[in-house]
């Protein structure tokens, strides 16, 4: 006999869950996702990924602006088995998380317990991990606190930007969903208590998690460049409006402690304006001026009178 389950998830990253959920067998009795809203430059109103994936497949979709006690009876009245929830973007009171006799699962995309919380991804890659992953855990009423079945873990790559590891991280969290429906149908799954040592919050990011501060190392300007792209994206404030980098490079080249400012220019790569940091200097390799278009370094450092050796960037 199949699993009843309530699928609960809202953007991209969750809908690779949702087809491992069908794919493996179960009957999904409900999916629900937050509500639609407003997108792109016309403002059109359009449903969360999960909300249109679930749609294109018939199944039941519920888009609740709050969780309440409509939608509870509603769920209870699905008597579901298991609750598998993807960055549904809500936290679960203890009903709902005791409503499905196997509980809740939730697929995190961190090593737990480092980056509980709503951006693990993005806080990987800005903090420079080396290492990341996926858990699936049972939810508990803490923040990403509960106990965890399966762990798959990946390196991190020195190149790798926020958005790579997303879709990456969304394959790796439906494999390690699916090797769990297949444990619970055999019987009652193991759990193992988290580390109290080494946790880590993943807050949510902010436009201003972006401002490049030259006041840091190369290695770490580098790794926000990654860890914020696409969104919200990496900048350097000027009076004209802010400079998107959408690329560096850390400068491996040896830098003399002496007399260029930080945030000046030091020289002129193949690939872009090397800019002085605390330690280190970083290449800028793909920038876009407000309102522009997106230019290589190269093409950047042809059309900007300001980029001259000593000029501050």
């Known amino acids: 006999m199949s699993l009843r389950v309530v699928f609960m998830g809202t953007p991209e990253f969750a809908v690779p869950g ?31 990924p999960v909300a249109a994936f679930a749609a294109e497949r018939g199944l039941p979709v519920f888009q609740w602006p709050r969780l309440s006690n409509e939608s509870y009876d509603a769920l209870s009245a699905l008597r579901p088995d298991l609750c598998v929830v993807i960055a549904y973007g809500k936290i679960l009171p203890k009903r709902y998380l005791d409503l499905p006799r196997h509980g809740c699962l939730n697929v995190h995309a961190s090593l737990l317990p480092r980056w509980r919380g709503a951006a693990p991804i993005q806080w990987a890659v800005l903090e420079g991990d080396t290492r990341t992953g996926v858990c ?27 958005g790579e590891l997303h879709d990456r991280l969304a394959a790796l969290g439906a494999q390690a969903l699916r090797h769990t429906l297949t444990a619970l149908e055999r019987g009652p799954l193991t759990f193992a208590p988290q580390p109290e040592e080494g946790v880590t ?65 030091l020289a002129h790569a193949p690939d872009g304006p ?40």
Request: charge should be neutral; glycine fraction near 10%.
């Open 136 to 162: 699936v855990m049972r939810m508990e009423e803490g923040l990403d606190t509960g106990p965890v079945a399966h762990v798959v873990e990946t390196p991190l790559g020195p190149e790798e930007t926020s």
């Open 18 to 48: 949702l087809a491992a959920v069908l794919e493996h067998g179960c009957e999904v009795v409900a999916v629900v996702s937050q509500p639609s809203k407003p997108v792109g430059r016309g403002l059109q109103v359009q449903p969360p």
């Open 274 to 313: 090397v800019v002085t940091c605390a330690d280190g200097a970083l290449v800028l390799t793909r920038l876009q001026r407000a309102g522009r278009k997106v230019v290589t370094g190269a093409e950047f450092m042809r059309g900007a009178p300001d980029c001259a050796v000593g000029a501050q960037l």
């Open 201 to 265: 919050y993943a807050r949510r990011l902010e436009k201003a998690d972006g401002r490049l501060d030259w006041s840091l190392s190369a290695q770490r300007l580098h790794d926000r460049v990654r860890g914020a792209h696409p969104w919200p994206g990496a900048f350097i404030d000027r009076p004209e409006g802010p400079l998107k980098v959408l690329s560096a490079r850390v400068w491996t080249n040896p830098v003399a402690p002496a007399p260029h400012q930080v945030g000046s220019v």
